[in-house]
């Protein structure tokens, strides 16, 4: 595996690459790799030539400075992670590298940014749309790969490549899951151990909205059932819950349709905060 700190190297490596006609999957992550990451870098490998692997803590992406200072970087353990499963090159550049100049450049995604974890994080989505058209733009990737646990990150990105003629296919992965339903992040680590048994309050609370729905029931009883499972475990401050539209965002209410959609959700567990979601209707 080759592994790139600059930027220059690695377009020199690609467009020799991309010139003998390999295709050339991209997996951006912000590292301290788990096994959610390990499969969406397995499906490019499976489906591409080439797999570049970004390992990059995008600051402008953080609105709490103590946030990104305690986020989790272990470039040697994702290194020999990366290598041990056959990923073609590793891309860990510097924020000196990534943002040589400050940053000018922002993303106005409208109310798909400003609902959700945008209420809660201002200024998240336009750092990440940031940096990821950063990567297209040094990778230039024929598929792009993302988990679906950032599902609001995901819908968004996916309108910005298409808003933007972007050259580049998304390919959503559901989320992994620990056996208890816990979804797989990075963040999990900070999670002490009495922490770690309240965290799966948000799979609970998640199933037990879904099967209302899916019985035939109303949203607002669906979201008072997943409210109450939050309130019987006191490590937990849920900030929202909210049924939306699959592609658009938009909140919804009532019963199940043939409408594709999807529950979101985030919570403080003690000092950590996750999010997770679960699908309701897949789209056709």
Not at 52 to 63: D, E, G, L, M, R
Not at 72 to 86: F, N
Not at 136 to 142: C, G, K, R, S, T
Request: hydrophobic letters at 40%; proline letters at 6%; one cysteine or more.
């Amino acid at each position: 595996m080759e592994i790139f700190r600059e930027i220059g190297p690695l377009r020199a490596f690609l467009r020799e690459l991309r010139s003998s006609g390999k295709s050339i999957g991209l997996v951006p992550t912000m590292g301290a790799l788990h096994a959610g990451h390990q499969a969406l870098v397995q499906q490019s490998i499976a489906d591409n030539d080439v797999t570049v692997c970004s390992v990059y803590v995008n600051p402008t992406q953080f609105n709490n400075p103590s946030d990104l200072e305690k986020y989790p970087r272990q470039l040697d353990a994702d290194s020999t992670l990366l290598q041990s499963i056959g990923c073609t090159a590793l891309f860990a550049p510097s924020d000196a590298e990534m943002y040589p100049t400050p940053v000018m450049t922002g993303f106005d995604f409208g109310h798909m940014a400003t609902h959700y974890e945008g209420a809660f994080r201002p200024g998240h989505f336009s750092g990440v749309g940031v940096v990821v058209t950063k990567l297209f733009q040094i990778v230039q990737p024929d598929f792009a790969y993302f988990g679906l646990k950032d599902f609001q990150q995901y819908s968004i990105l996916a309108r910005m490549v298409q808003d933007l003629h972007i050259p580049v296919q998304l390919v959503g992965m559901p989320t992994v899951r620990d056996e208890d339903g816990l979804a797989l992040s990075s963040r999990n680590q900070r999670l002490n151990s009495q922490e770690r048994v309240a965290s799966t309050v948000l799979f609970r609370a998640l199933t037990a909205a879904v099967n209302h729905l899916h019985d035939g029931g109303r949203w607002e009883q669906a979201r008072e059932l997943a409210l109450g499972c939050f309130r019987q475990e006191p490590l937990s401050r849920p900030e929202y819950f909210e049924w939306v539209g699959y592609h658009d965002l938009k909140p919804l209410t009532g019963t199940k349709g043939a409408e594709p959609s999807v529950i979101l959700t985030a919570s403080w567990i003690g000092g950590v905060r996750l999010i997770d979601n679960l699908i309701v209707q897949r789209p056709s």
